[in-house]
């Protein structure tokens, strides 16, 4: 499992899985049980189900994979354009004699191509991120369900219900 995502990605993940995360397995002594043994059976196949699923509730959510870069230029906007473009302008300026002229228009244009991009991009990534958020919720849910399905097995063996 990839371990090292930022910690706001993560952070992000386990409030996103905090309704995922309540589902809870219901147990009880069809057999009359005592409680002491209950707690036994309970912890002994919380052990063998983590063992065989390779989930554990009782850790943290972590990322399987790390969360989607920014591109470049999501984060310079209309500045970054707008230096750009002055920087052309000028260019051309020094080229027809009129640098002022045309480092204002360069500026005026890449400040506006420049903040297109950057609104486009932002929107992009946000879309990848949304995605990746998904993807992560359905694996921790399939991992979940796996385990609380081992889980219930092992129970039932032992002689409770378990809902």
């Given amino acids: 499992m990839y371990r090292t995502a930022a910690p706001w990605a993560v952070a992000s993940l ?7 995360s309540a589902q809870e397995v219901i147990v009880y002594p069809a057999q009359d ?5 209950m707690e036994k059976d309970k912890f002994d196949c919380y052990q063998w189900a983590k063992g065989q699923t390779g989930f554990d509730p009782m850790a943290p959510p972590t990322a399987t994979q790390p969360p989607p870069k920014q591109k470049a230029g999501s984060t310079g906007g209309a500045g970054e354009g707008a230096i750009k473009g ?3 302008g000028a260019a051309i300026g020094i080229v027809r004699g009129d640098t002022a002229k045309w480092a204002g228009r360069g500026l005026a244009t890449g400040a506006l191509v420049g903040g297109a991009r950057s609104s486009k991009q932002k929107n992009k990534d ?3 991120r949304s995605q990746w958020e998904q993807e992560q919720v359905a694996q921790y849910q399939a991992a979940r369900d796996s385990y ?15 809902n």
Avoid: F
């Fill in 33 to 37: 049980q005592s409680v002491q043994q």
């Fill in 14 to 20: 386990v409030l996103t899985l905090g309704s995922a």
């Fill in 86 to 88: 002055a920087a052309v």
């Fill in 148 to 162: 609380n399905r081992a889980y219930s097995a092992c129970l039932s063996g032992r002689g409770y219900s378990v």
């Fill in 126 to 128: 946000k879309q990848a």
